[in-house]
């Protein structure tokens, strides 16, 4: 050590160049970060060289093999050595905000080279063979002539091999490849008019065939059900569109990975447009539920920096107060015109039923109805008819106050209204039920209407969260445990989680290498397909390898349970039991909309209730 003090900095070595191996293997960090990064930058490449038609086929999660062929334009032999090599591309021969192509860096290529056995193999319509180049962990080929059709084929083998400490990070091979479906889908939407098929013997094959129509693509990759329980938006501002589909909030999903956003063409993820997709649901969706959205932004690509990260992923808007008002917007107006509003707006257009002839549902109600939407919820909360026809008067023991009609407010003139205690709470006081669903209840200044089917089911939801997360859910023994035979992995992975899973009511153990002997299930499940169930939990933890995703799996049962389980519509409600229900709402945080984001109940101001009489 210099001067003899003790430094942890020790000059060993002269400034000097790195390799171009390490240079690559430390872009590749950036760029491949696993899998499906190697999957997306080949897929970009195929899309980028115009092909009509790309397959694509992996194994061992993709860290055995990836190859994607293509039909595109392909690359001359005197050529390959220069696309394997850094910072070379034909994409790219002016200025670098005026990207067109998905690719722009030169950088995919020799990253995945140098931590990976690459083969590119390729040919050009005009050449009469082909030809190949390896490149493996780095090291370099010599060009060889090949026999192939025109377009290109890469095959990248052993990822990682090169570079340990990353392999160690990858999540196990199922996940990894629903990662790389995912991202298939993903770049799929944005180009209907190509083909794509993914396949190996580590999935099930996906195949989306060509069309024009961007909307038979997105169901094909979204799920037929999604186009029929979206909104379409379709809205301009300032050279900035957006066109695509959004969810109804009853078509909601327990995370975000169902929101597919693009720029020009290119997939993004960008915390601003996602803030503002939830901006957009705020009032329509439970925090804990997203929106399933396919969103499509157009500006002119001078507004745009794509060049944020190597993975290309994140953008920068040159005003982002405009993208995020316009996602907003949009989608707001487009719910609102498929009749989903929030409940303080759904008073108001109530209001607007009153005082006007037409009524405001009557668009509220989709013709033929949306599935999700049950128009018996909406179509008429109060009318006339209601008003007039006799209310259903409530059980004796209630009080004579509700044995009064509805009758404008006179016929109780009489005696000093004593004010129920209960009046002074938010929900207030029962008084009828009607129509065997609404409970109409009176506060000192408002009336309050409940949907008791919506609130019942919230109610039912938020219990049984509660349940989860406080206390060992209660278990149904089995009379005789059942055996469920499964990949070793799979069983591995559940009896690993045997514990957290017994807390939630899941009694399991290993039985033999490939079987898993269940003894008891959750009691909330009631009669449930076991084997499905743990095929499902296996799946959640080769992903995610949490107990809160179990949570929120079983939260997301809980709200499929609650809804299917709530069976208080069209039931007759003593007093007593529409009381426990109003103040077990008013205990309940979030009990104001339903699991599908629909308002439990609606509150008339009597200030307005007099406006509407006239009487102000
Ligand atoms: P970039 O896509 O940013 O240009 P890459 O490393 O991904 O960088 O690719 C380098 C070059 O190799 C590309 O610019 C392109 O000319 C060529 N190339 C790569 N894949 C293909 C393909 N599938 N078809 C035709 N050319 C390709
Ligand atoms: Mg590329």
Not at 75 to 80: G, K
Not at 142 to 162: M, Q, S
Not at 462 to 489: C, F, G, H, S, W
């Amino acid at each position: 050590m210099r001067g003899g003090c003790e430094s942890r900095y020790d000059r060993a070595m002269s400034i000097r160049q790195l390799p171009e191996t390490v240079i690559n293997q430390i872009a590749a960090g950036e760029v491949i970060e696993r899998p499906a990064s190697v999957v997306k930058e080949l897929v970009e490449n195929a899309v980028d060289a115009g092909a009509r038609r790309i397959d694509i086929a992996t194994s061992g999660g993709g860290l055995t093999l990836i190859r994607v062929s293509d039909d595109g334009g392909g690359i001359p032999a005197h050529e390959l050595a220069l696309a394997v090599a850094r910072h070379c591309t034909s994409k790219l021969s002016g200025a670098i905000d005026d990207i067109r192509s998905l690719g722009f860096r030169g950088e995919a290529l020799p990253s995945i080279g140098s931590v990976a056995r690459l083969l590119l193999r390729s040919r050009t319509a005009e050449a009469a063979d082909g030809a190949e180049i390896r490149i493996e962990g780095g090291a370099v080929g010599k060009v060889r002539p090949a026999a192939t059709n025109t377009g290109t084929t890469v095959e990248v083998r052993d990822l990682f091999y090169a570079t340990p400490a990353r392999l160690k990070f990858m999540k196990g091979e199922r996940a990894e490849g629903t990662a790389i479906a995912d991202v298939v889908r993903r770049i799929a939407i944005a180009f209907p008019e190509i083909r794509f098929t993914l396949s190996g013997p580590d999935r099930l094959p996906l195949e989306f065939a060509a069309t024009r129509d961007r909307l038979k693509r997105i169901a094909q990759a979204m799920g037929e059900e999604f186009p029929q329980n979206a909104v379409a938006l379709d809205a301009a501002r300032e050279g900035v569109r957006l066109t695509g589909h959004a969810s109804l909030p009853s078509y909601s999903r327990a995370n975000a990975l169902q929101q597919y956003v693009y720029v020009n063409g290119r997939p993004i993820r960008d915390r601003l447009v996602a803030a503002a997709i939830r901006g957009a649901y705020a009032d329509a969706l439970a925090r804990d539920r997203h929106a399933v959205v396919a969103l499509f932004l157009e500006l002119d690509p001078a507004l745009v920096d794509v060049n944020v990260h190597p993975a290309k992923a994140e953008v920068r808007f040159r005003d982002p107060g405009l993208v995020r008002g316009l996602i907003i917007g949009a989608i707001r107006e487009a719910l609102a015109a498929a009749g989903v509003r929030p409940a303080t707006s759904g008073a108001a257009a109530m209001l607007g039923a009153f005082r006007g002839g037409g009524s405001p549902y009557a668009h509220a109600i989709p013709a033929g109805g949306h599935r999700g939407f049950n128009p018996g919820h909406r179509a008429a909360p109060v009318s006339y008819d209601m008003l007039r026809s006799p209310y259903r008067p409530l059980t004796p023991g209630f009080g004579e106050q509700a044995e009064a009609p509805f009758d404008g407010g006179g016929a109780r003139g009489d005696a000093a209204p004593a004010v129920a205690e209960t009046d002074k709470r938010p929900l207030g006081t029962p008084r009828a039920q009607v129509h065997e669903n609404y409970i109409i209840a009176q506060t000192r200044d408002s009336l309050v209407i409940v949907d008791q089917h919506a609130a019942h089911e919230r109610l039912v939801y938020e219990a049984l969260k509660a349940a989860n997360e406080a206390r060992p859910a209660p278990t149904q023994m089995l009379l005789l445990p059942e055996i469920v035979d499964m990949p070793q992995d799979d069983a591995e992975r559940l009896a690993a989680h045997a514990e957290t899973l017994q807390r939630f009511g899941l009694v399991l153990e290993r039985f033999g290498p490939a079987g898993i002997r269940v003894a008891g299930t959750p009691a909330m499940l009631g009669e449930i397909d076991v084997a499905r169930l743990l095929a499902d939990l296996a799946d959640e933890i080769a992903e995610q390898d949490t107990a809160e995703t179990l949570r929120q799996r079983l939260d997301a049962i809980a709200s499929r349970m609650a809804c299917h389980g709530s069976v208080r519509s069209g039931r007759r409600l003593r007093a007593e039991e529409m009381d426990a229900l109003l103040r077990q709402m008013e205990a309940t945080p979030g009990s104001g909309t339903c699991n599908h984001g629909r308002p439990t109940f609606i509150e008339l101001k009597l200030a307005d209730i007099e406006r509407l009489f006239g009487r102000r």
